[in-house]
């Protein structure tokens, strides 16, 4: 049963920490009833020191609304302000569709593995 028809969320968020970066893997339904687990999970993160990186897992997402493109939009402009690259990696199948309909494909640095993703910042000092 879909989020939309029970009202609850269907979205698991975890986080660590590597080197320079900061990975948040997303799992489930990017929806309107996940944001609030989304954004109470990034509030924790916000209140960290800035690294050069946060990476976005995206390769579980099984559906993404427009509120959820909307979240990440605010996600990248939250990044910017910090000084800090953000990568989604795992971008293929829904998330691929996603952002190519939505013209946000060039808006973001998109990996279509996490490893490439997390290999750019590894990359960079």
């Known amino acids: 049963m879909s989020s939309e028809a029970t009202g609850k969320s269907t979205l698991a968020v975890t986080?660590?920490?590597?080197?320079?970066?900061i990975i948040i893997r997303l799992e489930g339904e990017l929806d309107v009833?996940?944001?609030?687990?989304?954004?109470?999970?990034?509030?924790?993160?916000?209140?960290?020191?800035?690294?050069?990186?946060?990476?976005?897992d995206l390769g579980e997402v099984s559906f993404c609304d427009s509120m959820g493109m909307n979240e990440l939009v605010d996600i990248m402009q939250r990044c910017e302000l910090r000084g800090?690259?953000?990568?989604?990696?795992?971008?293929?199948?829904?998330?691929?569709?996603?952002?190519?309909?939505?013209?946000?494909?060039?808006?973001?640095?998109?990996?279509?593995?996490?490893?490439?993703?997390?290999?750019?910042?590894?990359a960079h000092p």
């Open 15 to 21: 986080s660590g920490l590597s080197r320079n970066a």
């Open 33 to 56: 009833d996940a944001l609030p687990i989304l954004r109470e999970h990034l509030q924790r993160i916000w209140e960290l020191p800035p690294k050069p990186f946060l990476i976005l």
């Open 84 to 122: 800090t690259r953000l990568l989604l990696g795992g971008v293929q199948g829904v998330m691929a569709r996603v952002l190519s309909i939505t013209g946000l494909r060039h808006a973001f640095e998109v990996f279509a593995l996490f490893d490439d993703a997390l290999r750019m910042a590894i």
